[in-house]
């Protein structure tokens, strides 16, 4: 797991994305003053020579010209350059929206600072969110107040073609994670996947959902309609990129049975997998783990992250779709290994009841943040 990830889960609740987000971008465009430089030039916010002076700071309080209520951008970049002065505003979301007359406020607050040659307020989203000029200026309609949007892939695409240091690559590394290297432009790779979506989807669904469902729901004692599964599947595929049909106890321990595009097989291909995932707010990880090392020793299942306190963890039995391609049935193939993988999932059951004895049935995650690739 990449390191902003890792100190992302490791404060789990308690930092939320956003902020913890602001901080590295802060941070590093604060000691690497170059590609601050080269930023606002390629992003066409500032297009003058470097600055003397530079100061960055995060969450500075500011207060409202009318109101007197308390702001705080996200992100303040000050910049001197013998007498002269220039300020922006950074307000950054990675998935939630704006708040209530939020770029107005600050647009407000931009306008009221006096000795700032430029003033400009930078709105930068993950997601596609439009924004109206003349809705931002309401209040100050004759504003020197400068309005820019962007969105994080284009900062992506931007520190991607930088000369990388190690610092660079882990933040790289944290936007593809996060969905913030998604450009809007499809590759021709995307238009061939899509064009032969619904017959992928198709040849899924033959596999899930008549035996493999039957078995699954069998062994884990825990039924649900198939409207349910398959709805969930498809939202599975948006948060995760897997279609999967999925169940959970009340010690926090996922079974998940299906189809994972993001993998790390080397080829690239996808997987079919089995595999018993423990969320790391789970009271009972210690004892899990000790059932799912003796799983791996009797049934040659793989293990993951089981000496990490503080991230998903589990067992998996999987094979990639390379290893079938060559057969004459698909389908077919698939839906044995799958069938076989879960007689494996009865015995382990049977063998080590504590592990999957205490299913509660309807139970689901309670968000897609809940349950997490490892």
Not at 25 to 42: H, V
Not at 113 to 126: D, S
């Amino acid at each position: 797991m990449a390191l902003f990830k890792q100190l992302l889960k490791l404060h789990q609740g308690n930092i939320p994305l956003e902020d913890f987000f602001t901080e590295i971008i802060a941070y590093f465009l604060g000691k690497n003053k170059e590609i601050l430089f080269s930023w606002l030039r390629y992003s066409h916010i500032l297009d003058l020579g470097d600055y003397l002076g530079i100061d960055i700071t995060t969450q500075k309080t500011y207060k409202h010209p009318v109101r007197g209520d308390e702001k705080r951008p996200d992100i303040v970049i000050e910049l001197a350059d013998g007498d002269s002065q220039d300020i922006i505003f950074i307000e950054s979301k990675v998935g939630s929206p704006e708040g209530y007359n939020q770029l107005s406020d600050y647009a407000e607050i931009l306008h009221s600072l006096p000795g700032f040659r430029y003033q400009i307020l930078v709105y930068i989203t993950r997601d596609f969110d439009p924004k109206k000029e003349f809705v931002v200026f309401q209040n100050i309609p004759n504003s020197n107040v400068t309005f820019k949007q962007l969105r994080w892939h284009q900062f992506y695409q931007f520190l991607s073609a930088q000369k990388n240091s190690e610092f660079a690559q882990e933040i790289i590394t944290f936007m593809q994670e996060y969905r913030m290297a998604q450009s809007n432009q499809f590759s021709s790779v995307d238009i061939l996947a899509l064009a032969n979506f619904p017959s992928s989807l198709k040849l899924m669904e033959e596999v899930m959902w008549g035996k493999v469902i039957h078995e699954f729901e069998e062994i884990l004692g825990e039924h649900k309609s198939l409207e349910f599964r398959k709805r969930r599947a498809l939202q599975f595929i948006q948060w995760h990129g897997r279609y999967i049909m999925d169940s959970w106890t009340q010690d926090k321990l996922g079974c998940g049975v299906g189809f994972y595009m993001k993998t790390a097989d080397p080829s690239g291909y996808p997987t079919v997998r089995i595999v018993l995932e423990v969320d790391p707010k789970s009271s009972k990880r210690k004892e899990i783990f000790e059932e799912m090392r003796k799983v791996c020793t009797q049934f040659g299942w793989q293990a993951y992250n089981l000496d990490s306190p503080n991230a998903w963890a589990g067992i998996a039995v999987e094979q990639s779709l390379r290893d079938f391609l060559a057969t004459e049935d698909h389908i077919f193939t698939i839906e044995e290994f799958l069938l076989k993988s879960l007689d494996d999932l009865r015995n382990i059951k049977q063998q080590y009841p504590q592990l999957l004895c205490r299913s509660v049935p309807g139970s689901e995650m309670e968000s897609d943040e809940d349950y997490q690739n490892a």
